[in-house]
Every structure is written in C-alpha cells, then in structure tokens.
C-alpha cells in the first residue's frame, strides 16, 4: 500500500483526511498523548484493519476519539455525574473514561465489552481531523503492537509506512505517554492506566478515584484484568532493558557496576538517567530533570538504543512522585518486570 505522508496541513488536505477516515480507510494522527492511528469507529471493517496493520490481538480494545465534550452521548449512553466533573475539569486533554457505549459503536472496537473507553484529545490536528471526518474516530498508539508508542511522526513512519492509507505529520507529542484511563462503570471510579492526569490531579474533583493493582503489577497466567491491554507485552524495545530503582546515588551506584560488567561480557550497554554522568556506557541518553520530562523523553529514546543497535538497556528511576507512575507503569512493561530495587 502507498501511504500518503502529509507534511502541509491546510483545509483542504485535512478535508481529504477525513474523507479516507470516513470511507473507511486508516489515517495516523498526532495527539499531545501520543500518535495515534485513526479509523471510522462505526465501520467494522475499517476498525478491523487497525488490529491487522499494528498486529493488534483482537481482544484488545481501542479508544473512541470525539472533537468536543459535548458529543459524548453518541458514544456513550450513559453518563453520571462523577464522570461528568471529571470530563470538565480535564478534557480535552490527557484523559479517556470507560463509561457504557451506545449501541452502533462498533463491537470491535470495544472486543465485545459493553463499555466503551472515549477521549477528546486538545491536540488541534487531531480535533481537525475528527471534525473533518464528521464520524467518532477509534484509534490506538500508531506503534506496531508490543513496540514504544509513537511521540513523533518519524516513529510512526518508521513503524507504519506501506501498511496504512496516511500519517499527519504534526511534531512532538508534548506528553510522551498515554492518556489516563479511569473505569466510571465501577463501584468506585478506578484508574486502570496512569498517565498525563494524575491521581492526586483527579481526587481534587473525585476524592474517591482508586487505582487498579494491575498499574505497576504483572497480570498472572490466566487472570482477566479490566483494562484486557495490561496483559500483554508493551512498550520493548529489541534490547534487553532493566529498571534500578532507588535514591540517586544508590542506582548511579549500581547501574555503573552493571554496565561495567555488562561491557566485560562484551555487550553493547545503554543507559536512560538523570542522574548527568556517563555511567561509562556506549550511549547514555538523559531522561530530564523530572518525570514529566521523563514521561516526555521515554519512548523516543527506548527506539534510539534499537536505533543505535544497543543490546542492554540499564533505565535509572529515582524521583517516587504523582507523576512518576505513568513512567513507572511504562518502564516496567518495557523491562518486562526485570527491576532491580536499590533498598533506599
Ligand atoms: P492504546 O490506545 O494502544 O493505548 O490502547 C487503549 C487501551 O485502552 C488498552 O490498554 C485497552 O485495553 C484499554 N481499553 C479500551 N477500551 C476499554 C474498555 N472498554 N475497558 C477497559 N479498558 C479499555
Ligand atoms: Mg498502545
């Protein structure tokens, strides 16, 4: 397939974006999350065809983008009153609610579920286009499944040319990761993914928000999560990474012992810190001065060691903060659980 690769963005070009989404076809998008990668939540086939371009398992479901609050109910047909607070103090922006779907939304959008996860994204190419496209836009991260999430169009180039109809170049993704996902069907709402809106963000206006324990925890052999993404391998890179976890000087500590050995066994070593030396690494790359910053720098640079053919990843997390667990809950599933705590 050729994939248009849109680089000037006007009215007329975002009209014949929406025009492929409409018609069914698959349009990658930019949003202040992450890329995402588009298609006609009401059409069937074309949300199929988003499970086969990324390599997506089925049982997986996506997230319905609409352009203003004030549209929920053609997703949702019902929406209380707590998700409503939620909605106005934070959207658009960085935060998608689980609430019951209305009937004609596609079934494989939510893999079967009677619920339905909604985001407005503030991003004004991504309002753009679902305008354009006049029709709900489903749309996971533009990533071939299991890889980081694309933060910038050369990601989704990379990961995404030849397989879909286009990708809307549009700069950096602020955020760098994914939305906040907050189940409003529970008994009490329940965080199921952290990200740009925090918990403590969110009980200023819903004091009783929980966290699901699957944030930070692996999902054991057999077990169904709620969030049914939480099973499944996210976020690898090819190399081999591992968390050290602890104060500043205890992982700088360990992570110099690790990458010393590493490099005796003649492994290409990488390091991800902020923490401003070297570590004696092949590639040291700095994760900023804070989470958010982290948050901001993760995925670009988890494809930079793979970029630099970097087998062994050592990743430095030493600031335990609200914004913290989106980065934690991400870096962990990038390691695939390999975390070594430090002990301070
Ligand atoms: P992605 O957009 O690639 O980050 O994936 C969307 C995430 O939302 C996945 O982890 C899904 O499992 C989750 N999700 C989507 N719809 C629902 C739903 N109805 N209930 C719970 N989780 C959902
Ligand atoms: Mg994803």
Redesign the pocket.
Known sequence: MNTVILREINNETMAEMGRIIRNGGLVSFPTETVYGLGANACDDTAVQSIYAAKGRPSD????VHIADVADIGTVAREVPENAKKILEKFAPGPITV?LKKQPYISNTV?AG?D???IRIPSHPIARALIRAAGVPIAA??SNLSGKPSPTKAEHVIHDMNGRIDAIICGGESNIGV?ST?V?MTAERPTV??PGGITLEDLRTVCPDVAADSHILQSVAEGEQP?????KYKHYAPDADVTVVEGSRESTEKKISELVAKAKADGKKVGVLAMSDIDFGADLKLSSGKNNKEFANRLFDALREFDNQKISVVYAQFCIQDGYGLAVKNRLYKSAGNKIIYTGD
């Open positions: 997986n479901p996506l997230i689980i939510t579920l619920t339905v996860a996971p991260s994914e996902i189940d199921l993914r709620k969030c049914p993404g939480m």
